[in-house]
């Protein structure tokens, strides 16, 4: 005979399964809203989901990195502790732990830790930071770069966190040479060092050597490295270092175009290094710099082409060693329909004191290949460098004031004249 279910324990059975369901709906619903949270409030996100490593990770990193409060670090100790139970492979738990044991003083226990971390995961960020500390501490500095090409490759957010260490690295023949090789093998942290190290006389000292023993290898410098450090001199108020490394850098082409002004024929496209042509963003005009093969009617040249509108400031520029004497500063311009409401010219300053030294107007209308010139001295006082420009006299960009046409520099060369 079958057994009857009667409709009461069916509704029981119904409510029960609706009941089960209910709350797996609502624990989902607190790991998923628990997950969103864990990286900006892992508190609430630990509250909603105690078991939520990340959020417990989140929670314990930021009381060691709260400066305003000492942490409590036995009980911090104790919650990683109890995270690993549930995941023993999180090789950032391990990091943690090392972390709390070194800030406790258990250094050597911490250093286990931290090599048991880099085992699971090679390049847990915390754990490589701090090897790279001990391997510079113990003189292990081929070991210490292997560990900063590893960390960075990974996280390159992370080179401030290694600029402590370099100086000692790179005044150590066998960290300078690991070094080299790193970025031989285009470690894509090299141009970080060379930004880093033109901050400091020092720093520029190690980068210009790296860059003559980069010179000739498979991975010579490259412009934005030479510029780094260059300009790196240059804010140091190292002149004569700064010439001579753009000097150096020059290819064989390259040195053909050497003058008082460097490419003063505007020919091959600029390099942007200090002591070449340097094109700045400007509204208002747009400079282009053709070769006599590829220019309109073969008039090679810089052509600036006015765009009806105000201009104030400078597009173009570039740095120039002139030693005290007497000097003249030739044009050979072409111009059609040129108006300048406000001046147009070329200025010459020295850079260091600061001061002007020559302006050499550029005139209105149309005109072909018109000759102009203008003599000018520099005085004996120092003045180890100068910054020649194109610039206007407008001080506010008015609407009155619209520079209208097209100017081209065949040629800006400066000679000095015999005394």
Not at 30 to 58: C, K, M
Not at 239 to 261: C, M, N, T, V
Not at 273 to 280: A, C, M, Y
Request: hydrophobic share 40%; with cysteine; glycine share 6%.
């Amino acid at each position: 005979m079958t057994e009857q279910i009667s409709p009461l324990m069916q509704n029981l059975r119904r409510s029960g399964v609706w009941f089960v369901a209910s709350v797996l709906a609502l624990a989902a619903s607190s790991i998923g809203l628990s997950r969103f949270l864990e990286t900006e409030t892992p508190a609430v996100s630990l509250a909603l989901d105690p078991l939520n490593v990340n959020a417990l990770i989140g929670e314990i990193t930021d009381d060691l990195n709260d400066t305003s409060n000492a942490p409590d670090l036995d009980v911090l100790l104790a919650k990683a502790k109890g995270a690993l139970r549930f995941d023993l492979a999180d090789a950032r738990l391990y990091s943690l732990i090392g972390e709390i044991k070194h800030r406790q003083g258990k250094i050597d226990q911490a250093y286990e830790l931290f090599d048991q971390a880099r085992k699971l995961s090679k390049t847990e960020i915390h754990a490589l930071q701090r090897s790279v500390g001990r391997s510079i501490e113990t003189g292990d500095l081929s070991k210490a770069v292997g560990e900063i090409d590893i960390l960075l490759r990974r996280w390159p957010d992370r080179f401030p966190a290694v600029t402590e260490g370099l100086p000692t690295i790179l005044s150590n023949p066998d960290g300078y040479q690991a070094v080299l090789a790193a970025i031989k093998a285009e470690a894509p942290w090299r141009s970080s060092l060379f930004a880093t190290l033109r901050r400091t006389p020092e720093g520029l000292e190690s980068a210009s050597r790296l860059l003559l023993d980069l010179t000739g290898s498979g991975a010579p410098p490259k412009s934005n490295e030479l510029s780094l450090v260059i300009n790196g001199y240059i804010n140091q108020k190292q002149y004569e270092p700064a010439y001579r490394l753009f000097l150096f850098s020059l290819s064989d082409e390259e040195r053909k175009l050497g003058g008082y002004i460097f490419n003063s024929a505007f020919e091959p496209a600029p390099s942007g290094k200090p002591f070449d042509w340097q094109l700045r963003e400007q509204s208002g005009l747009e400079v282009a710099f053709a070769t006599s093969q590829d220019a309109v009617e073969g008039e090679g040249g810089a052509t600036v082409r006015f765009l009806n509108t105000p201009v104030k400031n400078a597009a173009l520029q570039q740095y120039i060693e002139l030693p005290p004497g007497s000097y003249k500063i030739s044009l050979i311009a072409s111009a059609r329909n040129l108006k300048l409401p406000k001046e147009l010219f070329w200025s010459i300053r020295c850079v260091d004191p600061a001061g002007d030294i020559a302006r050499f107007n550029i005139p209105e209308g149309t005109y072909n290949r018109q000759a102009l010139s203008q003599d000018f001295s520099v005085g004996p006082a120092a003045c180890p460098m100068q910054l020649l420009r194109l610039e206007t006299a407008a001080i506010a960009e008015s609407w009155r004031f619209r520079y209208v046409g097209t100017l081209v520099m065949h040629k800006l060369s400066i000679e000095r004249l015999s005394s």
